[in-house]
């Protein structure tokens, strides 16, 4: 197997890692989290909701991710952030004002995840030749599920044993957790940021950046149906 084929296996697990772990994250266990914190069900199923909205309409800022930087860039780039953001959420549970904190944290790490899935699906498709991509299809699954069992086992599993056996409040054991996840955040983005191949043109920023915009939404909202598509996703 030559060195092309070899290198996916560096950065496809910790690239898809990141798909799974901050979806599970904001979607999962923020649920579980704020059970804990002895929400009622009705709050928590309202307020949560609103979180996969920036997976829903991530179509509408895709084309800016492709417009401006790298992919490899934005990648590297969202896991940081993403990093950063889980560790603010961590803090954000110390203050009184937790809840409010912390939803518009998990919001704005949804965001950034949507992005880095975005430039992930991406760079995929432009890094690796038709074949590798049916090989590392498995691949993708494995790890994003990976991501998700970490977060929504192994991490529940450790704020309950923090909890119960040693006696932690709920929200001193959720931020030690949600500690944990940004430290492997920050990690996986540092590693992706040397082992990431650096095969791409720099994109040039448009001159007329309005203008870009507006032909660019302008042509997404002329497509067949589309918002009889958008209604059915939302």
Known sequence: MDKINIRPWRWVPTTYFMQGLPFSLIVIVSTIMYKNFKLNNSD???????????????????????????????????????????????????????????????????????????ATDGFYLITLKDDQQSFFVGM????????????????????????????????????????????VALCIGLYNFFVLPGCEIKHQQPKNNLL?????????????????TLLFIM
């Not at 929504?152 to 056996?165: A, C, D, E, K, N």
């Open 212 to 228: 870009e915009i507006k032909t660019i939404f302008i042509d997404f909202f002329k497509l067949k149906q589309i918002w009889l």
């Open 44 to 118: 928590i199923t309202f307020y949560t909701g609103w979180f996969f909205i920036p997976w829903i309409v991530k179509p509408i800022w895709a084309w800016f991710i492709d417009l401006y930087q790298t992919k490899r860039w934005w990648i590297f780039l969202m896991e940081i952030l993403l990093g950063v953001g889980f560790f603010t959420i961590a803090m954000s549970l110390q203050f009184s004002n937790y809840f409010i904190i912390s939803l518009a944290l998990f919001w704005l790490c949804a965001f950034f995840s949507a992005s880095h899935d975005i």
């Open 140 to 183: 993708q699954s494995l790890f994003s599920q990976a991501a998700r069992f970490f977060a929504g086992g192994l991490l529940v599993m450790l704020s309950g044993i923090l909890i119960q056996h040693y006696a932690l409040s709920p929200y001193l054991s959720w931020s030690i957790c949600f500690i944990i996840a940004a430290v």
